[in-house]
């Protein structure tokens, strides 16, 4: 079975960068599925980010698109999220998930970051 | 951005009771090809979300038969037939035909 986890700091300062790793077991991230990562705001909205595909190619939800870098490293089977200058409004709890014809089907934990000074 | 309209934003209910969840999209999820990307998923508390329907009306792996899904073009419905405690959560719908991939504001099913 595909297993998602998270990792990451759950404090970051505003002005900096939010670094996100999930780790995949179970699936090998360059035999096939889309990797996506997902956040939910405090009151339950939930956004999109963006994903990187099993052959290396990115999108991204336009709203971040100057700030977000979603990149791969195939040797430990991870995928990473990097999301520049944050402010407070990116609080938020952070999900990775893997997405087939459009449907994440299998979710990580999720991490919980706060940005404040 | 397509925009999801869900309610009620919440839901009060017993066990054994039906309820329905109203999804309303700000522009048709019908694409060139037919096909209409719209999901639902359950956020049980503490828990990450969980896929309950893909394609409008299609049950996800190990989902109970008492979910279903309905709907076409702008307006669309998550029916569960007789609540279980297990139910409890927030529910989300989801579209994926027009880029960015949107979802709903969410309805929190509670015990009545």
């Known amino acids: 079975e595909i297993q998602l986890q998270e990792s990451g700091p759950g404090l970051v300062k505003p002005s900096q960068s939010l670094s996100l790793t999930c780790s995949v077991t179970g699936y090998t991230i360059t035999s096939g599925y889309d990797w996506s990562w997902i956040r939910k705001f405090p009151g339950n909205k939930m956004e999109w980010m963006g994903y990187i595909s099993y052959s290396g190619s990115t999108n991204y939800n336009p709203s971040l698109k100057s700030r977000i870098s979603i990149t791969r490293d195939t040797s430990k089977n991870q995928f990473f999220l990097q999301l520049n200058s944050v402010t407070t409004e990116d609080t938020a709890t952070y999900y990775c998930?893997?997405?087939?014809?459009?449907?994440?089907?299998?979710w990580g934990q999720g991490v919980m970051v706060t940005v404040s000074s | 951005d397509v925009v999801l309209t869900q309610t009620p934003s919440t839901l009060s209910a017993t066990i054994g009771q039906s309820v329905s969840i109203s999804c309303r999209s700000s522009?048709?999820?019908?694409?060139?090809?037919?096909?209409?990307?719209l999901y639902w998923y359950l956020q049980r508390p503490g828990q990450s979300p969980q896929l309950l329907i893909y394609?409008?009306?299609n049950l996800g792996s190990g989902v109970p038969n008492r979910f279903s899904g309905s709907g076409s073009g702008t307006d669309f419905t998550l029916k569960i037939s007789g609540v279980e405690a297990e139910d409890l959560g927030v529910y989300y719908c989801?579209?994926?035909?027009?880029?960015?991939?949107?979802f709903g504001a969410g309805t929190k099913l509670e015990l009545k």
């Open positions: 989801m579209q994926a035909t027009h880029a960015p991939y949107t």
């Open positions: 998930a893997s997405l087939l014809w459009a449907s994440f089907d299998y």
């Open positions: 522009q048709s999820l019908l694409d060139s090809a037919g096909n209409t990307y």
């Open positions: 394609l409008v009306s």
